[in-house]
């Protein structure tokens, strides 16, 4: 994929969304099936603005090896040495483009839930105490997903993700205004009427700060005040299978009934830790260019006109106490084409 465009994502992910100061070390973690191009772009442009790169390419067969024969005490080492590199890090930039998004799918429930809590929620939670974006570079499973061309979705990749997000940022201060000053919080739609309070929560733009592409303004629900029952009419994969028609009843916070197209692998999930069945995050999205669907949360979350709730653990920014070694977030489209719905800031239709 050379293309002239690959250095203006990679300026945008270094100056725009970290920031990149003289003599930081920032850490460029990938996937090694992505194009290399990408990667040398970002690190020239981190060089470019005086600060050092290091870089971690990764493969998702390994890691799939690894996890089948792998022990916590394995975990629990890997997670020692990647916290401590991490430590050591400015800022983080993570690029993600598998091959196959199922590639871990036959990996049994309990490894994977092992894996997550001894080794992904330490790598997360040291990441997320630094500068970090994620994005995903484009390639034909992603286009695959998105039932596109290599050649168009390319293009569409580019497009959405170089909006202005300086002007995206100011057009957003009005909602974040409301949404600070909002108590009680209602989602109506088909197969949902969902109630909960979002009062003394932080409001967090995503305008291309942690993200690209970006759209979204997110916070979190009181951790114990969610009721009700919600059904997300988005596709979403998690552990390599893609899960469609969830549905989520919650009482006082906590899921206490849930369906899917595979209702026993959502409930292993849910079964993660205490806090994989509380939510961890409320978000409004509107990124004037992603219109639908294409099984890749990254892109889905920023949906015009939808809105989403993640199990699992919240953001430092938006902190409601909820700790996981998850966070999956979990869609639903409102506009008339997909059934409609409504969302009410304190009885007040927004």
Not at 157 to 179: E, G, H, R, V
Not at 241 to 262: M, Q, R
Request: a negative charge.
């Amino acid at each position: 994929m050379k293309d002239a465009r690959i250095q203006r994502i990679a300026e945008l992910l270094v100056t725009h969304s970290i920031k990149v100061q003289p003599n930081e070390h920032i850490l460029v973690q990938a996937v090694t099936e992505i194009e290399i191009d990408i990667v040398k772009e970002i690190i020239s442009e981190i060089h470019k603005a005086g600060g050092f790169a290091h870089a971690d390419l990764r493969n998702a067969t390994v890691t799939r090896q690894l996890v089948l024969g792998g022990t916590k005490e394995q975990f629990d080492m890997l997670a020692e040495w990647d916290v401590k590199r991490l430590e050591k890090m400015d800022g983080y930039i993570n690029l993600r483009s598998p091959v196959n998004t199922a590639e871990l799918s036959d990996i049994p429930s309990e490894k994977m839930g092992l894996y997550a809590k001894t080794y992904g929620q330490l790598q997360a939670e040291a990441i997320y105490k630094k500068k970090w974006v994620t994005t995903r570079i484009p390639n034909a499973s992603m286009a695959q997903e998105a039932r596109m061309s290599t050649e168009a979705f390319e293009d569409f990749y580019f497009d959405i993700c170089t909006i202005n997000y300086k002007k995206l940022s100011k057009a957003m201060d009005p909602l974040k205004d409301y949404m600070e000053k909002t108590k009680r919080v209602e989602i109506k739609g088909p197969g949902t009427d969902l109630s909960f309070s979002i009062e003394n929560i932080g409001v967090i733009k995503g305008d291309g700060t942690d993200n690209i592409p970006d759209g979204e303004i997110y916070t979190a629900p009181v951790r114990d005040s969610v009721n009700g029952t919600i059904a997300f009419n988005t596709p979403s994969t998690m552990n390599s299978f893609t899960f469609e028609n969830i549905s989520l009843t919650f009482e006082k916070g906590k899921v206490v009934k849930a369906t899917a197209n595979h209702t026993e692998k959502l409930r292993d999930i849910l079964a993660t830790d205490e806090g994989a069945s509380y939510i961890g995050e409320f978000a409004l999205a509107f990124n004037p260019k992603v219109k639908v669907p294409m099984n890749n949360t990254l892109f889905d979350e920023k949906i015009d006109g939808s809105f989403h709730l993640a199990l699992g653990s919240c953001f430092d920014e938006a902190d409601n106490g909820n700790k996981s070694a998850i966070h999956w977030d979990l869609i639903s489209i409102q506009r008339p084409e997909y059934g409609g719905g409504e969302i009410y800031f304190d009885g007040k239709l927004i």
